[in-house]
Every structure is written in structure tokens, then in C-alpha cells.
């Protein structure tokens, strides 16, 4: 029984694989910022070491195992392009994010994890769903993550989208953990009024009981409890704009839980829109 199983995810992971020689990149992108240069991955190699990486990130360091291809690619990546960071002096990968263009996409990964299929239905403009985002630990500073923004920033421009949206990931597995963080994105008015129509098809046991007892309020030692288990990457997503859209959805996968995120461009913080110049 566990053979079979074995057989039919790695059976599965060569048809992707596969299926890549299909992939072909929706745009030309390519901003240089001190020893790095964000671009969109324009071959099929430059896609396969986006993957590494993400296995290095995703499966190494979230989940503590590996796979046998050692990479981290899914169905999804077909339809997407990879945006990449490159350090320039060792010809290296330091960092990527997934963008699935709703005019192009089959499918969203959200929509694997919350019943979102509802609220896209809602939705009469082009959005662009951001994915797998992640950065190498030895590059993991604020001008990798304004780099990666910049792009993001000038990819929603080329394809004349309005809205972002996306799995925002924090590494805690217990209820309370989870309650304290949204209840620290209730506080500080990051939540949004889709909270309602975009469930979580994997709840957390316990979570509401424990957002009952943060209901009125959190203390000063919470707070910063709360900011410490909130990731870089969510914090300058949160920064740019971006509210809150769900209750936390358990991965089991990748030991962590993911929040549904929505950024509408005209929302851009004021800072970032100078920076990036949109």
C-alpha cells in the first residue's frame, strides 16, 4: 500500500515535469539593484533552479525532508511566471516568487487550500495570484525584499492587473499562536472585508476558542509576541497594503499556517509607490 503510494507521487511529479517542455514565460522583466538582478526566468533551466531553491526553503528547512528529485514544483507552475533575484558575482538564484496571471491560469493554489472559487467568480478584472515566494537564508535582508516588491510592481503594471492575491505562510502550528497573530492583524486594521466569503478548507482545532480569549484585546508582551511570528516577507507584504482575507488554513505539509492575502494596487503604500516609481 505505502509502495503504491510512493510510486504514484513520484509518477506524478515526472508527468509535471514533463509537462514543463510546455512552459513558455508571459513577459521580459529585468531591474538591476547592487550585486543582484531581479528578472523573469526566461528558460527552462532558469525554472528548474527556481525549484531547487524552493526545496531548499520549502521541504529543507519548513518541513525537515526532502524529495527525490530535490525540488519543490506542483501542477501550477505550468501556467506561471518565476520571478528570480540573481546575485550577480556566483551566477546564483537567491530568490523567487510564482505568478499565476488570472487571464492565463487553469487553476489557483489558494483555491487548493480555501474555497475561493466563489469569490473569483466576483471578480470582473485581471488579478495576478502570487505563489511560493521565497528567499535563500543567506540573502533573507530588505534589499532582496524591495527587489522582489519593485518586480512585483512592474509585472502588475504589464499586465494592467489591479489586484494581488496569495497564501501568505507563518511558521506556528498551534491554535493559539494563530489566534494571537490574526487577532494582531485585527488590531492594526489589516484585516479585510472578504474575511467572511473566503473559507479555509483545513480549520485549526481550537483556533476560535482561543480568539475568544484574545477578544478583548492584547497585551503589550502579545503584541510583540505576535510581530516576532510574523515573517519579513508578511510584514512587508502587510507594509505595501495588503490585508488579511481568512482565518488560517493548517499546512500539514510544510508545518505552518497560510493566510489569504489581498493587495489592490490603488491601496500601494505611499512609500513603495514612490520607490518603485508606479
Keep these: ?104 491560469a487553469e487553476k489557483f493554489y489558494t483555491d487548493s ?5 466563489q469569490w473569483i467568480l466576483k471578480q470582473s478584472d485581471p488579478f495576478i495570484e502570487l505563489g511560493r515566494a521565497c528567499i535563500h537564508i543567506d540573502h533573507r535582508r530588505g534589499i532582496v525584499i524591495s527587489l522582489l516588491w519593485r518586480g512585483i510592481a512592474e509585472y502588475m503594471k504589464m499586465m494592467n492587473a489591479e489586484l494581488l492575491i496569495g497564501c501568505s505562510s507563518v511558521k506556528v502550528t498551534d491554535a493559539r499562536s494563530a489566534a494571537l497573530i490574526y487577532k494582531y492583524f485585527e488590531i492594526n486594521d489589516n484585516l479585510n472585508s472578504e474575511i467572511f466569503s473566503v473559507r479555509s478548507k483545513y480549520e485549526m482545532e481550537d483556533f476560535i476558542f482561543w480568539l475568544m480569549i484574545f477578544s478583548q484585546g492584547l497585551t503589550p508582551q502579545q503584541i510583540s509576541e505576535a510581530e516576532e511570528k510574523i515573517p519579513s516577507l508578511l510584514k512587508s507584504y502587510i507594509k505595501a497594503g495588503a490585508k488579511v482575507a481568512s482565518y488560517p488554513a493548517y499546512d500539514k505539509d510544510f508545518n505552518c499556517i497560510d493566510f489569504v492575502t489581498l493587495l489592490e494596487r490603488k491601496n500601494l503604500d505611499s512609500k513603495l509607490v514612490r520607490k518603485f516609481n508606479t
Excluded at 528578472?39 to 532558469?46: G, V, Y
Excluded at 525549484?51 to 528547512?61: D, I, T
Aim: some cysteine.
Design 1 to 104: 500500500m505505502v509502495t503504491a503510494v510512493i510510486d504514484s507521487v513520484i509518477q506524478t511529479s515526472q508527468i509535471y515535469l514533463t509537462q514543463l517542455n510546455k512552459w513558455n514565460n508571459k513577459a521580459d522583466l529585468k531591474i538591476k539593484m547592487g550585486p543582484y538582478v531581479l528578472k523573469l526566468a526566461q528558460t527552462k533551466s532558469e525554472v528548474l533552479e527556481c525549484f531547487k531553491l524552493r526545496h531548499e526553503v520549502f521541504c529543507k528547512e519548513m518541513a525537515g525532508r526532502t524529495t527525490r528529485t530535490g525540488m519543490d514544483y506542483d501542477e501550477y507552475d505550468l501556467f506561471c511566471d518565476h520571478l528570480i533575484i540573481v546575485h550577480e558575482e556566483f551566477d546564483e538564484i537567491v530568490g523567487t516568487y510564482r505568478m499565476n496571471f488570472s487571464d492565463t
Design 113 to 117: 487550500e480555501f474555497y475561493l472559487s
